[in-house]
Structure formats: structure tokens, C-alpha cells
């Protein structure tokens, strides 16, 4: 006698979906990220006001009480970080994920989510309050220029590729109980603050931007996502230091001149 | 002219052969290290710790699918090598590199010819090699847990980290944690045995100095070339594996490309080939899941083989289902350690419903995750499934399963490799030792699984029979502690 359950239709939209989500499950995570990308891009639309200048480090001084202010632009900060830094973190969601017993999956997928994204707001608050400092004492193009010559060292140096190593580190999880708990949050931290460690001056370039912020908020993006996945990114970090260098003299160059 | 790769074990210490060899390696490592010709640069193909090393240098692959075609063409070229340096001296023009054959029965200890530092006429012997594991040069019996290769050769496929070959990596990494089961099982288990906790063998960026590298390699190729010849059996056909060119020297001293493609056939392509096909003589195993029962009683609640296993092997896309693993890390330093695996019971609900759906391959294997150690500790621990307390020694061979040693662990620390960091691990897959426990009903519970670790030692030979060896034996050194940071149970 066949008693067995038919197999699972991948013929139909619903079964792909179901199929897919099953052996990716880190894909459900991919969706508050796509939702940030759209509301800040319908946040550029006329009439609108751009989510990006809410965290304009160069408009915000202009209000007396900084922890007011950087209260103020959480939200917008962590759909920052979540745009800019979530696609970097699929991997290790996956990880996560897949060490984990299906009935805590989910579970175990969120506490690292949660570890990782803050370590990343830590950072963006610490890199965001600064910014306002410098606003005070430097024109906008000297504080962007400065972090894009920083970015330059930064992505040649031998601490970005130790940060990076860790990054890509994976840890045991263990199966269930406060153990598991605690070990999906602690590995989400560890691999949240080496990637702090690998990319805070990318982050600082973005929020130093005045003009066209979002472009380099999606390019930038676009290239974290590469660099977490490339399995030998030596050769891109050469690469984007060199193109930070020529962008940081590019920019200097009217200054100069 | 098809050369013919004879058992070292069938030659006396007089064989043209062996004589040959030793007269070709003492020529080799009187020559420079920059000419391509000499043994410490053939040494340094593999892997070398000197600094500045050339572009040619560094270049074995391990704990990836490339393992056993990479070893092969880089064996076939320093034959090539030898023979033309032993035509020079007058030696065999039919001359081709021994192999050692450690699982025939007397045949388990390092050949006598790589054993004495001297020769008869008082010269010292090329093919020794004082840097080997303690006994070994006195005579020391290697266990048959690590010299048997009958699980690697019962995989029926190449690719796959608990398959015959290894799991497919990318070409540009040298150290991988996708290693196959005969890179484990003897490869890694005789680098370990032979070498020790400071020999050369147990390096890999010393491995290759010792002139019985070459031997144990011979045979590791042999094994392959059985394997290509079993029922069932076919080497990879994915153009990565096939098309992927590897550079070595020839015997003009120039650099040449080479591919799996071009080394599919020792005979026709190679022009060498082995005095005997198989360890024994004897079909060498059964192939799992052909001929065995489908209506095994497995203890509850796993799930039953709902459908021919070999019907539902070629899903595109899986995902693995855990079943149980360990809270803590295990550090293995001791002669034996036991460990009880708890099988979730909602997991194993779920991985059946999916077994039922077709989503799963009803295929179950216990992962040694993040394997470390300070240095490779040169030791070899048996792993037992459900081994009885107390059992005789007889009853062990049916519940072991593998083994661990860590040849290459160094690689995957070493911070200036440019590798990201991954870690050592093991695989394997014990669908057919679970049904067959079940089938027996040597295993009951089905909810626990118990892995017994025990360590394996060298048979070593009477203190009289140890010479130096035992004089200079001023105890076992402390050996560091292999960590496992988690062992898991996962249904695929």
C-alpha cells in the first residue's frame, strides 16, 4: 500500500515559494530589507521629504540637543543600516538557520539578526554624533573627503582583512534550550562587530554625503553585499581603495584649484 | 610502453627498483633547490614553509574533489623525473614508482628499505628519514581501522564530502574542509601514523621530504583507479572538475599545464599501471542499499524507507534537517571518549514528513564541526557508532565508522593564506551502519545515538627491537588536544 504524502508540487507558484523558503529560509529576512529599499526610495518622490536628509549629520547640528537629535533619527538609522548592512547579513542568518533545529529556525535566525543589526546601530549612532561634532568645526566636503581617504587606507589595510576573516567566521551552535538562545545572539554579535570593523568607514562616507546620498547609499550596498560573498576579496579591496583615493582627490581638486 | 607500479612489500632492499629510488633521491637532494629537478623543490609543489616561495611552489589541494586528481598528476610528474635521473644512472629504463600497499596482511609497517639510517656499505640510507612517528622506523604496525580503505571504496559517489572524492570547492583553494573518504581513510590516517605528533608526514609543508610520501601516494592513486573500476562507480563529469588545469614541471623543466580530463586513464593516457588491481584479491564490498532489505525495522520514531533511495537522489536542491547535536565542545585527549547524541524528537517528525514528500534523501550523517588543534597532534581517534560497553575487539569492526585526524589543520589557521575563515571538518554518512544496527537490533533506542572515540596506537615492536628509537624514547610528549567544537546528526 502507498500511504506516502504526494509530493510537494514545485509546478505551482505557491509550491516554488514553499520549496524555496524551505532551502533558503534566510530569504524571509530579505524581505523587511526590500521594504526599506522601497520606502526610501518613495521617500524621493516629489512632494515627499528624502528619508536621507532626516539623517543629514550637516542639517542636525543645527539643533542644540544632540541626544534629541540622534533620538529623532533612529528610524531612519536603522533603515539605513538595515538597507546598507542586511544584505551582508543573509550568510550568516543562513548559518544560523541551517544549525539550528526546524522548530526554532525562525527563532534562532532573529537572534542573530538582532545581534548583528545592533552592532551596526551602535556604530551608526557613535558615527552619526560625531558627524554632528565635525559639522561644527569642518565644511561638509573636508569631513567627507577625510573619510574617503580614511576609507582608502582602511580598505588596504591588514585590519580590514582580519575583521573580514571574522566576519566570515561561523560558530556551534547548540540545539535548544538557553544555550542555543544565547549562542545565536552572541554569534550574531561576533560577526556583527567585525563587519563594524570591516566596513564603519564605508558607513561614514555614506552619511557624509550631501548630495546624492542615496546613490551611494545603493552603491555601497552593492558592494558590501559583494565583498561579505566574494570568497577571496583581497583583490577587491585593493581595488576600492584605489577607488576611493581617486575619488577623494577628484573631489579635492576644485577645493584646490 | 605501459610502466608497471609494483607493491614495495614484493622487493627485497636489493630490488633494481628500490636501489634505483634510493640512488634517484640522494641524486635529487644533492641538487639545488631552484632546479626544478631536486627533491626539496618537488617537496615544495606540495606545500613548503620557506619564505618567498616561487609561483610553482604551494600548490597541493586538500579537503576538496581536486585532492585525488591533483596528487595523481603531481605523482605521475615526479615519476616521470625520477626515471629519467635512474635512466642516467644506469638504472631500469622500465622503472616506476613502488606503491605501499599498508592493508595486506604483514605488509603494515614502513617497508624495510625506508627503515635504517645506513646502508650495508655504512652510507647513510636516502630513504630514511629520522622524523617519522616513534616506532615506526623500528617496525611499528599500523592499526587496520586506519589502513583499510573499504568504506572509501564502498561510496558509490565521487563528489560529496562524505563521498569517495570530495565536495566540490573552488580550484583556487588549497586547503578545503570538503575532504572525501579515502583523503580521510588511509590518506590523512597514514600521513598521521607515519609522522606523528612531529614528523615530517604529519605536514604538509614537509610531507613530501619523506621518501615514502611518494609511496603511500601510489597507492592512495591506485585505490582511485580501483574504485574507477568498480560497478557503479564514474568519475565526476562536471567540466569543473574535468577542465581544470593544474601546473607542474615536466622532465625538460618546463612548466605544463595538465587536467582531470587527461589523466581520467593510467594506461591509455599515462602509460602506467599497477601489478594488481585490488588490496586482497577479493571483491572488495558490497555495495550499499543494492542487494540489502527495504522493510528494515528501525527503532521508533525514525522514519521508514518510504521509496527507493537511489529513486529520490537526484534532487537539484536540499537542505539539511538536524537531528540532534551536542551542547559543548569535545576535547579529545584521552585513549577514549564517549559521547550520547539526543535525537530531537520533533526534528525527526519533521525530517520524516519530508522523506514522505520527497524533499529528503532519507540519508543521515554525523558532522565532526570545526575540528581544531593547536598543531596537528599526529593522533588518529576510531569512531564507533553505538559500540556496546566493554565490547571485544571482534565486535568493534562492525560499529566503526570512521576515523579523525587532522592532517592539514595547520592550513586553516595559517592567517597569511588569504583563505577565509572555514574550518576542519568531518562527515559521514552512516544511513547504512544505522539500518544495519537496526536490522540486527544491536541498536534499540532510537532516540540516542551513542559515538565512542577511541585512540588509536602503532603496534609497537619489543624495546629490544627499537634500537635508537627507544634509547632516545624519553616518554610520550604531550600531545595537544584535538577540539570538536560540535558533533551533529543531520538527515539529507
Given at each position: 500500500m502507498n500511504n506516502r504524502i504526494p509530493i510537494l508540487d514545485r509546478h505551482t507558484l505557491a509550491g516554488r515559494i514553499k520549496h524555496k523558503l524551505r532551502i533558503h529560509p534566510e530569504l524571509l529576512f530579505q524581505i523587511p530589507i526590500g521594504l526599506s529599499l522601497i520606502l526610501l526610495v518613495l521617500s524621493y518622490l516629489p512632494y515627499t521629504t528624502p528619508l536621507t536628509h532626516i539623517f543629514n549629520p550637516h542639517m542636525a547640528h543645527q539643533m542644540p540637543n544632540l541626544p534629541k537629535q540622534l533620538l529623532l533619527q533612529m528610524p531612519a538609522l536603522m533603515l539605513m543600516t538595515l538597507i546598507m548592512m542586511g544584505p551582508a547579513a543573509l550568510p550568516g542568518i543562513r548559518h544560523a538557520g541551517i544549525s539550528s533545529l526546524y522548530w526554532r529556525r525562525k527563532r534562532s535566525m532573529a537572534e542573530y539578526a538582532f545581534g548583528y543589526l545592533s552592532c551596526w546601530l551602535l556604530c551608526d549612532v557613535l558615527l552619526m554624533a560625531c558627524l554632528m561634532e565635525f559639522d561644527m568645526f569642518f565644511k561638509k566636503y573636508q569631513i567627507l573627503i577625510t573619510f574617503l581617504v580614511i576609507s582608502a587606507f582602511w580598505q588596504t589595510s591588514f585590519l580590514k582583512k582580519r575583521f573580514m576573516e571574522k566576519c566570515h567566521k561561523v560558530t556551534n551552535l547548540p540545539p535548544k534550550g538557553y544555550r542555543a538562545e544565547l549562542a545565536s545572539i552572541r554569534f550574531g554579535i561576533y560577526n556583527g562587530s567585525a563587519c563594524v570593523g570591516t566596513c564603519w568607514p564605508l558607513m561614514a562616507v555614506a552619511m557624509s554625503f550631501t548630495y546624492g546620498k542615496i546613490i551611494f547609499i545603493l552603491l555601497i550596498t552593492a558592494y558590501t553585499t559583494i565583498e561579505r560573498r566574494h570568497e577571496k576579496p583581497g583583490e577587491l579591496f585593493r581595488l576600492s581603495g584605489i577607488a576611493f583615493g581617486v575619488l577623494s582627490v577628484l573631489l579635492l581638486l576644485p577645493a584646490l584649484l | 610502453m605501459v610502466y608497471i607500479r609494483r607493491n614495495i612489500w614484493n622487493m627485497s632492499s636489493d630490488d633494481p627498483i628500490v636501489v634505483s629510488y634510493a640512488n634517484a633521491v640522494r641524486e635529487m637532494q644533492n641538487r639545488d633547490i631552484n632546479d626544478p629537478t631536486s627533491w626539496l623543490y618537488q617537496a615544495a609543489i606540495h606545500a613548503t614553509k620557506l619564505a618567498n616561495p616561487l609561483s610553482s611552489w604551494n600548490q597541493c589541494r586538500h579537503g576538496s574533489w581536486y585532492f585525488i586528481s591533483w596528487h595523481r598528476m603531481y605523482v605521475y610528474f615526479f615519476e616521470s623525473m625520477v626515471r629519467q635521473i635512474v635512466i642516467e644512472q644506469g638504472g631500469p629504463t622500465d622503472w616506476a614508482l613502488p606503491y605501499w600497499d599498508y592493508n595486506l596482511p604483514g605488509q603494515n609497517s614502513i617497508p624495510l628499505p625506508f627503515r635504517n639510517a645506513t646502508l650495508q656499505d655504512g652510507s647513510p640510507n636516502p630513504l630514511y628519514v629520522s622524523e617519522r612517528a616513534q616506532g615506526i622506523n623500528s617496525g611499528a604496525t599500523l592499526p587496520s581501522t586506519i589502513t583499510n580503505p573499504a568504506f572509501a571504496l564502498s561510496r558509490l559517489f565521487f563528489v560529496g564530502a562524505s563521498e569517495f572524492g570530495g565536495g566540490k570547492t573552488d580550484p583556487k583553494y588549497r586547503f578545503w574542509s570538503l575532504t572525501g573518504r579515502l583523503e580521510q581513510t588511509p590518506h590523512n590516517d597514514i600521513h598521521n601514523a607515519v609522522g606523528g605528533p612531529f614528523g615530517w608526514m604529519s605536514d604538509p609543508a614537509t610531507a613530501a621530504q619523506d621518501p615514502i610520501f611518494w609511496l603511500h601516494h601510489a597507492n592512495i592513486d591506485r585505490l582511485w583507479w580501483v574504485w574507477q573500476n568498480m560497478p557503479q562507480r564514474a568519475n565526476p563529469t562536471d567540466p569543473d572538475w574535468l577542465n581544470q588545469p593544474f601546473g607542474f614541471i615536466n622532465t625538460s623543466r618546463q612548466p605544463v599545464q595538465i587536467t582531470a580530463l587527461q589523466i581520467q586513464n593510467i594506461v591509455a593516457q599515462l602509460n602506467y599501471d599497477y601489478?594488481?588491481?585490488?588490496?586482497?584479491?577479493?571483491?572488495?564490498f558490497t555495495p550499499p542499499g543494492t542487494g540489502g532489505p527495504n522493510d528494515i525495522e528501525w527503532p521508533e520514531p525514525w522514519p521508514k524507507l518510504s521509496a527507493n533511495r537511489f529513486d529520490i537522489m537526484t534532487l537539484e536542491e536540499t537542505m539539511p534537517e538536524l537531528l540532534g547535536a551536542t551542547n559543548q565542545p569535545l576535547f579529545l585527549a584521552e585513549e577514549s571518549a564517549k559521547v550520547r547524541l539526543s535525537i530531537d524528537d520533533r526534528a525527526l517528525r519533521h525530517s520524516a514528513s519530508l522523506i514522505n514528500q520527497g524533499q529528503l534523501k532519507r540519508k543521515v550523517f554525523l558532522d565532526l564541526e570545526d575540528l581544531d588543534a593547536e598543531d596537528n597532534p599526529g593522533s588518529i581517534y576510531s569512531l564507533y557508532l553505538n559500540l556496546p560497553e566493554n565490547s571485544p575487539e571482534d565486535v568493534k569492526p562492525a560499529h566503526h565508522i570512521g576515523n579523525v585526524s587532522l592532517f592539514g589543520v595547520e592550513r586553516f589557521q595559517n592567517q597569511n593564506d588569504d583563505h577565509l575563515n572555514h574550518t576542519f571538518r568531518i562527515s559521514i554518512d552512516i544511513t547504512d551502519f544505522l539500518e544495519e544496527q537496526a536490522a540486527d537490533h544491536t541498536w534499540q533506542d532510537g532516540e540516542n545515538i551513542d559515538i565512542t572515540f577511541e585512540k588509536q596506537s602503532l603496534g609497537l615492536p619489543a624495546q629490544s627491537e627499537m634500537g635508537e628509537e627507544a634509547a632516545s624514547d624519553s616518554g610520550t610528549p604531550d600531545t595537544p588536544a584535538i577540539k570538536i567544537g560540535r558533533i551533529s546528526l543531520r538527515c539529507e
Open positions: - | 601489478d594488481t588491481p585490488s588490496t586482497t584479491g577479493e571483491p572488495l
